[in-house]
Structure formats: C-alpha cells, structure tokens
C-alpha cells in the first residue's frame, strides 16, 4: 500500500513539475512572446566572448550571458531552423525553451526547500510551489493597466542578462541550503570529486553572470558565514569548519574579482554619475518607490504579512533549521537592497524600478513570502483547507489578460517579428544574389542612435546572419532609417477603451 502511495505521489509530482515547463513555454511563446528585436538581441546572439572575465572591455565579467545567449543562438539556428524552416521562430523557441527550463528547475528547488525545512507531505509542497510560481505572475499584477511580471525582462537579451543569471544565483542558494554540506567537502573519508568539480563550475558560470544577480548567492554566503560563526570556538575546529564552507568562500571570492573586474570596465566607465551620494540616494529611493507603484498592492500586503508570521515564527524556534534558514535569507535580502542601493547611485538610476534588474528582490521577498505561509500552514494546519482556492483565485488574476502585459522593449510580437522578417529577407536575398553591398530600411526612431534598430546593429546583423549559416560572406549591411516605414511596421491608430465586465 506504501509503495502505491509513493509511486502516486511521485507521478502527481511529475505532472505539477512537466505543468509548470509547459504553461511557462506557452507563456513565452503565445501570451508573452519572446522574439529577437533590438540592436542587443541581434548582437548577442550570434557574436560570442571568450569564457572568462576580461579585463578593461565593456562587460568584463558578464562571462554566462555572454557565451549562453549566442550558444542558443546556435542551437536554434542549427537545431530547430532545419525542422522548423522559421528562423525567427527558431531563435524565439530556442530561447524559451531554455528559460522554460531553468525556472522550472528553481520551483524543483523550491519544493524540495520546502520538504526540506517544513517536513510537510509532497501534495502539500506542491501546493506551495504553484503558490511560489503564480507569485512571480501576482506581485506586478494592475487589474486596469498593462502590467509588468516577476520573470518579465526588457528584451531577449535582457532574459541572458537578468533572469537566466538571477535563476541561477537562485537555484544554487536552495540547493546549498537544502543539501547535506558532507556531500560537497573535501574532508570527508571519501569525497566526491565529481560533484564538487560540478558545483565549482555552476558558482563560476553564477558569479560570473551579473553583478546585479550574482549579489543573490554572495549575500547568502556572507550570511552563512556569519551565522556559523558568531559563536568564538577552538581556533582548529574554525579552521576546519572555513575548509567544509569552502563553497561559500569561493563565492564571495568570485563576486569580489566580478566586482574588480566591472569597476575598471567599459561599461562602469560609461555610466558614473556624480550628483553626490545622498542626492543620487535619494534619487534611488524615489525610483524604489516607482516600482512599489507597479505592485499589486493587496498580494503586497499579504507578502508582507507572511514574512512578519514567519520572523515571529523563526524567533520562537531560533535553535532550529527552518529558523536557521530564514534568519539568512532575511539577511541576505537586507545585504541585496543595500547593495543595490549603492550600486544604483551610479549606475542608471532607472535600473531601481526595473522588475527584471531588482529580480534579485523579487525573489527574494517572495521567498521570505513562503516560509512565512508554509510556516502558518505547519501551525494552523486547518489553514490548508484555503490552499486549493487561494491558488485558483490566484491563477484567474493572474492571467486575465484585458490588459495584457507591458511590452519587451515597446514593441509587441507581430512588430518585432514582421521586422525581423523583413530585415533578414532583404539581407539573405541580396547576399544570395551576389551583392556585396545591401541597403536595408529599418524603421526610424526619435533617438539619435536610432535605438531599437541602431546604425551599428547592422555590423551585428551580418556577423549573426554569417555564425547561423544564412549567408555565406559577411555581406556590406547599410542601415537606412525611413519614417515612411514605420506606417508599414507598427501598429496604426488609437485604441478603443475596455469595458469592464463588472464595471459601475
């Protein structure tokens, strides 16, 4: 009877787990499309860097988006274009087709986090993980305006550049606060090398992401550390005790090189401000609260509320894992909001009220948010009864789409792809005609750098077209910026209100 039981529990686990890639791929292939637009997709996607933090370019230590995104890029050109003979499509399904993956493995993460530390039954833990996962789609839900979502980024090559990183910051916090350290350290009687070749190249490819994800897994480092060693002990044992945490010393020795290696490049150098810190503060404050604006203010209370039940909860239990586990998470939270205080004051100030640059936040909040719920479920166990209508009620705000979702970079799916389409077509018809020259109109923006499609990005257009095989010399690309062709390309007209179905 047990052992049906297990094996029962275990396909609903595989459902909730298969559930989640495939509503997150249709997501971002049909709800939300996710398709190369912009002068940085373009770029990225075909041009790829060496695997290793460089010293004085643009994006010194940007090492996994960097070498990730053009290595989808392949996989779509190579892989799927074949089948699919779309290349558009190709690139947008590769692309979605990773990210689909590596959320899903962070709500893995986050269910066995939860068995973890709560000891609750698996549907109970499933239950929390859809509760953790339509988060994500709740915090930034407006019931009357396009809204933005917790794994909402900018653009394409924004998804390589936040979300991607910030997974996998994430990924790596539960897997170490979760796992038993034995099966990681180097002095146990027979320790497994592979396994610990394996976790030093996922924190490498981690830290070595993005200076505003990376401070995810850096923070909780630093917090581990000082918890495990607030109490003074014998010397020996702390020395031994600092060899077993070698993975969080690595860490934050990579995020401290990150941070070297970001200061003196090109991109630090491109982006100081010197309005004077309390000032620039300030300035950081006032976007913080731009973002709070894009909240979903009742979902923001109960986070709120959840996370205050479980520091209540924690300090009643300090002695024990879970209280263990929330007392760093907080602290790392607070560590991550001061950093990115300070990091703000120089870099652009905008980047505070962006969702996909504060993901770091996001995630971190929310999962403060569901140790509080699960630890009020685990004392009032009659609370359970609400789980199967709270996530209902949950998934119809969350995805009422009257008003749709803030666009990737202004510009919705059939935009960017009919330009797309008629960007590569004009490029790969005269290239295949044997011209060495091609002038290729793009819409005209109000910028001054043409921004989305820049002059430069035709340089980046021919080097991707090149690395994916459609054409076969690196054809002469001129851009041509033509307002006329903005009538063509973009939506015409103004839309008409909605209607509330239940409107006074």
């Known amino acids: ?88 499509a190709s690139l947008s399904i590769a692309s979605v087709l990773f990210i689909s993956i590596i959320i899903t493995i962070l709500m893995i993460l ?24 339509l988060s994500f789609f709740l915090i930034l839900k407006k019931g009357n305006e396009a809204s933005y979502f917790g794994f909402w980024c900018q653009d394409l090559n924004c998804y390589f550049n936040y979300l991607i990183p910030g997974c996998l910051n994430a990924c790596l916090l539960l897997y170490l606060d979760t796992t038993d350290s034995e099966s990681y350290q180097f002095t146990t009687s027979h320790p497994n090398y592979f396994i610990i070749g394996i976790l030093i190249v996922t924190i490498y490819f981690a830290m070595f992401s993005s200076i505003q994800m990376n401070i995810i897994l850096a923070s909780y480092s630093i917090a581990t550390l000082l918890f495990n060693h607030l109490k003074k002990g014998n010397i020996t044992l702390q ?14 020795l990579f995020w401290l090189t990150s941070l070297i290696f970001d200061v003196n490049g090109g991109r630090a150098a491109n982006v100081s401000q010197n309005i004077g810190l309390i000032n620039a503060i300030k300035a950081v404050l006032i976007q913080y609260k731009i973002l709070i ?30 209280a263990k586990s929330f007392f760093k998470i907080l602290l790392a939270s607070i560590l991550t909001i001061v950093f990115f205080t300070l990091l703000y004051t120089k870099a652009p100030v905008t980047y505070a009220a962006r969702p996909d640059a504060m993901w770091a936040v996001i995630f971190l909040g929310l999962l403060l948010t569901i140790q509080g719920l699960t630890s009020l479920l685990k004392k009032y166990q009659i609370c359970i009864i609400f789980m199967p209508l709270s996530l209902i009620i949950m998934s119809l705000i969350s995805f009422n789409l009257n008003y749709g979702y803030v666009f990737k970079d202004n510009s919705d799916a059939y935009t960017s792809y009919k330009v797309d389409n008629h960007i590569v077509n004009t490029i790969v018809k005269a290239e295949h005609n044997g011209k060495s020259v091609v002038k290729v109109k793009v819409p005209k923006s109000i910028n001054n750098d043409n921004w989305p499609h820049p002059l430069n990005q ?11 095989g459609l054409i076969r010399h690196r054809i002469k690309i001129i851009f041509v910026p ?12 103004e839309s008409e209100p909605f209607n509330d179905l239940e409107a006074y």
């Open 458 to 468: 035709a340089q980046w257009m021919q080097n991707t077209l090149y690395a994916h």
């Open 239 to 252: 020395i031994k005790q600092l060899i077993n945490e070698w993975p969080f010393i690595l860490i934050i």
């Open 482 to 493: 033509d307002k006329h062709l903005n009538k063509q390309m973009y939506p015409q007209g």
């Open 293 to 322: 604006q894009y909240t979903n203010k009742f979902f923001l209370i109960i986070c709120l509320l959840f996370i205050c039940f479980a520091l209540v909860s924690s300090c009643q239990s300090i002695h024990s894992d879970k």
């Open 1 to 88: 009877m047990l052992f049906f039981r297990a094996k029962k529990d275990s396909i609903i686990n595989i459902i909730v787990q298969l559930s989640i890639f495939i509503f997150t791929f249709i997501f971002f292939t049909k709800i939300f499309p996710l398709i190369p637009y912009d002068g940085d997709d373009w770029y990225f996607l075909g041009a790829m860097r060496n695997p290793y933090p460089m010293w004085g370019v643009f994006n010194p230590s940007k090492v996994l988006p960097e070498t990730l995104e053009p290595l989808v890029g392949y996989f779509g050109a190579f892989v799927i274009y074949p089948f699919s003979h779309n290349y558009i």
């Open 110 to 133: 986050t269910y066995n986090f939860i068995r973890k530390h709560y000891k609750l039954n698996k549907l109970i833990a499933l239950s929390l993980e859809l509760f953790f996962y």
